[in-house]
């Protein structure tokens, strides 16, 4: 019997198969994370350096897509190695442009939040909330990093430019 064995993956589709559960995982949390950010980066421009109250189901739903992307994020690194990808110059283009596309988005947020909002901090008598939200950013922006780094990693797996010299 020379075929394969029914049901049984090879090592190298199981690799692949993992690594893109994974990432569609971390998508997932990353569609979820910008859905419920979305109406507070809304408010923050319409508000002009005045305080928004974000609901607490947003703040918790935000906190568990955070959990869900990083465990992802962590496992995909740790276990499922990046699969042999198709040289494809537009997949990469695609892949490449959606990494830079994730990070602006990223600074954007970042941007509007600091230079709107930080100068109306000082006169805020609630630091602990202060401190839990700011918290909540550095890791909404750092997960977003994670992922742009994931569309680079990918882009760059489909890139023959390297083996050809171009």
Avoid at 8 to 28: D, H
Avoid at 95 to 123: D, E, G, K, M, Q
């Amino acid at each position: 019997m020379t075929g394969p064995i029914q049901g049984y993956a090879a090592p190298a589709e199981r690799t692949a198969r993992r690594f893109w559960s994974l990432f569609a995982i971390q998508t997932a949390a990353v569609c979820a994370l910008v859905y419920l950010a979305l109406p507070a980066f809304v408010a923050i421009a319409d508000s002009l350096g005045h305080a928004v109250e974000l609901p607490p189901h947003r703040l918790i739903g935000m906190a568990a897509a955070l959990t869900v992307f990083h465990a992802a994020y962590w496992s995909r690194l740790r276990w499922a190695p990046m699969p042999i990808m198709p040289k494809n110059i537009l997949l990469t283009h695609a892949f490449l442009f959606l990494n830079r596309l994730s990070f602006v988005f990223a600074a954007a947020f970042f941007s509007l939040v600091s230079f709107r909002h930080l100068p109306a901090l000082t006169s805020s008598p609630e630091v602990f909330a202060m401190a839990a939200r700011g918290a909540l950013l550095l890791a909404m922006l750092f997960s977003l990093f994670c992922y742009s780094l994931e569309f680079d990693r990918i882009g760059k797996a489909m890139d023959d430019e390297a083996e050809d010299g171009r």
